[in-house]
């Protein structure tokens, strides 16, 4: 069992079994962008409790089978269990990073970064840097992940197109005040 499926049976076991198992079943049947829609929409009807953490993870799933765009509404009326967790879903309410500096910023030139995932310990954030496209939207998919310092200012990791897992995981390792 890799780690992606591992995460997706720990999630579908915030569901009643029945929905629970539809959702594995998605995963076994590579339908992950149906066992997502099925994942929200069952925490959402039962209104589970789910950590900030859980949120992100979601998320993360999301953007990893293409649903991010459309599964973030949903994934931000998930209800809070009031923990306080290390890290915090900021999707659309942190707006856009105009520039960041150091070793890979030479490869986001001309890219928009968009705050995504912040570690409420240490302040780094994790973000997608999607090109503008010529109608003025940005892409739909990432060119890259990237963490960056708490003032948003300089990269400290980048990642490419296909590793939002790999930052997430990095964001959520790399804290230096974990317990």
Request: glycine share 8%; aromatic share 6%.
């Amino acid at each position: 069992m890799t780690d992606d499926a591992a995460i997706w049976n720990r999630l579908a076991a915030l569901l009643p079994t029945a929905e629970g198992q539809e959702v594995k079943d998605c995963w076994d049947i590579g339908e992950q962008e149906a066992g997502l829609g099925l994942l929200v929409s069952g925490i959402l009807g039962h209104q589970v409790a789910i950590s900030e953490t859980v949120r992100a993870q979601i998320s993360v799933l999301a953007e990893t089978w293409g649903e991010r765009e459309i599964l973030t509404p949903r994934i931000l009326q998930c209800r809070d269990d009031g923990t306080s967790g290390r890290l915090k879903l900021i999707e659309g309410g942190e707006g856009i990073v105009p520039e960041v500096t150091g070793e890979a910023g030479q490869d986001l030139v001309d890219l928009v970064l968009v705050p995504w995932i912040a570690c409420t310990r240490c302040d780094q954030v994790l973000m997608r840097a999607h090109a503008r496209e010529s109608w003025g939207e940005l892409s739909y998919l990432a060119r890259h992940y990237i963490i960056t310092t708490p003032s948003r200012a300089t990269v400290l990791r980048l990642f490419p197109a296909d590793s939002a897992s790999a930052a997430f995981d990095d964001l959520q390792r790399a804290c230096s005040h974990a317990p």
